[in-house]
């Protein structure tokens, strides 16, 4: 899915875009020497085409087309009795992600790298107690079969689609009798496309 930002997120994003750019500029004479500099700038534009207050809390107050977005799909596919598994490498916006579904009133289970207990999201989900799953892309990659889910929406691209491919079969496992639907969410004139 194509996700457009909204004016004023564009304008930080392309504030943003040309000071990293400048930045970057001046750092590829010696990639290997700042190999970290540029990937902290390339993560930074990967965050502020999910959300600006990722990046500032000034900008907190901004709206995220893609929360926008998922909200609608989530809605409409809970309310027609689907299950969905929502993956973001971030868990910052995955934070924002789960105040909007509050707002909304979704319910959800929540897994990162953190979570203690796995077991009782992954339950509370299996058990159909809530119809939406929220995962860190690392957390959710691997270990898991969620053949409940019929939805899946990847909030953020991965360097490595392979990792994205792993979360995405959390889905498509032995028992799976339903057809399986798979959003990739990009920003629109953004690093992430």
């Known amino acids: 899915l194509e996700i457009a930002l909204s004016p004023r997120h564009r304008r930080v994003y392309e504030t943003h875009l040309q000071r990293e750019r400048q930045k970057l500029l001046g750092l590829l004479g010696d990639v290997d020497r700042n190999r970290i500099a540029i990937f902290r700038s390339l993560t930074l534009l990967r965050q502020l085409s999910l959300h600006p207050g990722l990046v500032d809390e000034r900008y907190a107050s901004v709206a995220s087309a893609k929360i926008d977005a998922l909200a609608d799909y989530l809605l409409e596919a809970v309310s027609e009795g689907h299950r969905?598994?929502?993956?973001?490498?971030?868990?910052?916006?995955?934070?924002?992600?789960?105040?909007?579904?509050?707002?909304?009133?979704?319910?959800?289970?929540?897994?990162?790298?953190?979570?203690?207990?796995?077991?009782?999201?992954?339950?509370?989900?299996?058990?159909?107690?809530?119809?939406?799953?929220?995962?860190?892309?690392?957390?959710?990659?691997?270990?898991?079969?969620?053949?409940?889910?019929?939805?899946?929406?990847?909030?953020?691209?991965?360097?490595?689609?392979?990792?994205?491919?792993?979360?995405?079969?959390?889905?498509?496992?032995?028992?799976?009798?339903?057809t399986v639907m798979v959003y990739r969410m990009v920003s629109t004139d953004t690093i992430e496309e």
């Open 84 to 178: 969905a598994l929502v993956f973001s490498q971030f868990t910052g916006f995955l934070r924002l992600v789960r105040a909007r579904l509050d707002m909304e009133g979704i319910a959800y289970s929540y897994l990162d790298g953190r979570t203690r207990r796995r077991e009782e999201p992954i339950g509370a989900f299996k058990r159909g107690e809530v119809p939406v799953f929220l995962i860190s892309l690392k957390a959710g990659g691997f270990g898991l079969n969620l053949a409940e889910a019929d939805y899946c929406f990847v909030l953020d691209p991965w360097w490595n689609p392979a990792t994205e491919a792993q979360a995405v079969d959390r889905a498509h496992r032995i028992g799976q009798e339903r």
